[in-house]
């Protein structure tokens, strides 16, 4: 059966939001929420053709690679999927997304950043948990240390956030801690989303939406 008379059972992509209201709530234009809908399309037929993004097709686009496991990558979904259904629906996806966006707030970008170290969701960050995170970290950035070295990382991290010696970092330490230490945010800016207009498709890889199926625009 072919495209014109299959269009008429096409939907939505699962959490569809309109533009203008996304665009409204983010740091994206209605242009770019737009571009990213069709980034969502391609993204979750890219693996698992269900419209839905699941964590090997996230992690295809934000880190490059379907493979392997990290724990930021991880990290960065769960933060994603907000219902807590082990998949990211449109809606999800350009309001989490938008975090990464280089116009975003250097302070959204600090809480959002404080959540993926507080792996336990104690509200503190503490120190294996900041170990654990330094070791992802190097991972997605292809850089290998030293096991003397990362904890030399770690322990200068946390003696100088950890201000009051109570042996965790609470939010309010973390963002003076952020703002000592800028770069401690290098990896919360995706640059190509500020171009995702002209950027899309082009750092998406591997990913095919056979013109005839799934979800319509």
């Not at 009051?164 to 801690?177: K, L, V, Y």
């Not at 002209?198 to 625009?217: L, N, R, Y």
Request: charged share 30%; with cysteine.
């Amino acid at each position: 059966m072919g495209c014109a008379s299959s269009s008429k059972r096409r939907r939505r992509a699962p959490g569809y939001e309109d533009p203008a209201v996304l665009a409204a709530q983010t740091s994206f234009t209605v242009n770019e929420v737009e571009a990213l809908y069709e980034l969502y399309k391609k993204l979750s037929f890219s693996i698992i053709k269900d419209g839905l993004i699941h964590k090997e097709e996230f992690q295809l686009a934000l880190f490059r690679t379907s493979k392997g496991a990290n724990l930021f990558a991880d990290r960065v979904f769960d933060l994603f999927d907000l219902k807590r259904n082990g998949v990211i629906e449109f809606g999800e996806f350009v309001r989490s997304l938008s975090i990464f966006h280089p116009k975003a707030s250097e302070s959204d970008k600090t809480k959002f950043a404080f959540k993926l170290y507080d792996l336990r969701g104690t509200g503190y960050i503490e120190k294996e948990e900041l170990r654990e995170m330094v070791l992802a970290l190097l991972d997605e950035s292809d850089l290998c240390l030293s096991d003397s070295a990362v904890e030399e990382i770690v322990d200068s991290t946390f003696s100088q956030a950890d201000t009051n010696g109570d042996g965790r970092i609470d939010p309010r330490e973390w963002e003076e801690f952020v703002k000592k230490n800028p770069a401690s945010l290098r990896n919360m800016s995706l640059p190509y989303l500020q171009d995702i207009t002209t950027a899309f498709p082009s750092f998406v890889m591997h990913s095919e939406v056979e013109d005839c199926g799934g979800i319509d625009k």
